[in-house]
Structures are given as C-alpha cells and as structure tokens.
C-alpha cells in the first residue's frame, strides 16, 4: 500500500535530485509547498517554467542572464581591459560580493579535468583566447579553485595566454582573515608566503 500520494512522491523525487539536497529535506521542502495555497504553488511552479525561457548565457562572459550582453559586460563603467576568470557563476557573485573588482569576467562552467573526460574543448576555454586577443584586454587574472583541477585549469590557461603576450595574474591565496597561523596546514601557509605582497 503506498502511502504518500504519488503526486507528493513525484515531488519529493525532484527534490531529492538536486545537489545537496537528501530525502529528509526533499520531504521537508515538499510537505513545506503541500502547506501553502495554492496560488503560492502556482507561482513556484510558474517561476520554474519560466527560469529556460527567461535565461541565457551572456554571450561575452557566458554568466546566466535575461539580457546579453548581461549587466556586467553592458556596464560602461566596467573595465574591459581586465577578465577575471572564474569556474562557475556562482564564483562570479562571491567576487561580486566584496564590491571591490570592477572589471569583466569569463566563466569556464568547469574546470580540466581529464580522468573525468573534460579537456579544454568541454569548457570555455576556447572563448577566453579568442577574448584576449581582442586588443582591447589587458589583464587576465585566473580565480579557479585551489583544489588539483582548478590549478590544473590555471596552469594551462596561463601558459596559453602567456603564449600570447597577456599579462596573467592569480588571485592571491593563504591565511584567512582572523586565522591564527599556528592552525594553518602547511599547503595553505606554503601558498601564503608563496604569494606574499609588500608591506604597505
């Protein structure tokens, strides 16, 4: 006998198949949208119809947006002469966040990754080196991840970039803010005097 209603079950499976999210909260987050009228569900459901329709990549940076170019590469008081390459969008709003870079950006939507089957043609790579050649890019500063395929992404985008006579720079990386050092590992600490910067 089955005793969740198979409409409620269809939910909690698409729940379930997002990233992060278990069985437990998938059924938390159904029950949750079971709870609320029925005009808030129509919304939901609404908003999620209309999320393929409305958004696109931006044809520049490749950001998710509902106008291309997106409001970064369309804002004239941007800088175009330096890119910050990042990973995902995502990383592209925690850059955002700190309300301190002011140029464009390229998104890879990936990172190299051969045992996986992604080289550089499954990522934007391609895209990035035909940017920097527009004359117009002056810098490239390369924000992947530390983990061993986002310096692997870094290390070949530096070396085709140099290749091509761009300046690239990496996002500077170490102790945290309010760390004390004595609990840092070595990797991280290595990093840090690696990329030290002189004393203002």
């Not at 198979?6 to 278990?22: T, V």
């Not at 044809?59 to 175009?80: K, L, M, N, Q, T």
């Amino acid at each position: 006998m089955q005793i969740v209603p198979p409409a409620l079950d269809r939910l909690i499976e698409s729940f379930a198949s997002l990233p992060g999210i278990g069985k437990k909260t998938a059924s938390r987050l159904a029950m949750h949208v079971l709870r609320r009228s029925p005009g808030e569900a129509r919304e939901l459901s609404a908003a999620l119809a209309e999320l393929h329709g409305s958004i696109r990549l931006c044809s520049s940076c490749f950001v998710f947006s509902e106008y291309d170019p997106c409001v970064i590469c369309g804002d004239a008081r941007r800088s175009a002469e330096l890119i910050c390459v990042v990973e995902q969008p995502s990383d592209l709003i925690a850059i955002e966040k700190t309300g301190i870079y002011r140029g464009h950006y390229h998104i890879l939507h990936g990172v190299l990754s051969p045992i996986d089957g992604i080289g550089p043609e499954e990522i934007k790579t391609r895209e990035l080196l035909a940017r920097a050649e527009n004359g117009v890019v002056k810098e490239v500063l390369i924000a992947t991840s530390s983990t061993v395929p986002g310096e692997a992404t870094a290390s070949y985008l530096i070396d085709q970039l140099q290749k091509k006579g761009i300046n690239v720079t990496r996002l500077a990386c170490g102790i945290p803010m309010g760390m004390d050092i004595k609990y840092a590992d070595k990797h991280t600490l290595a990093k840090a005097i690696e990329g030290r910067l002189a004393a203002l």
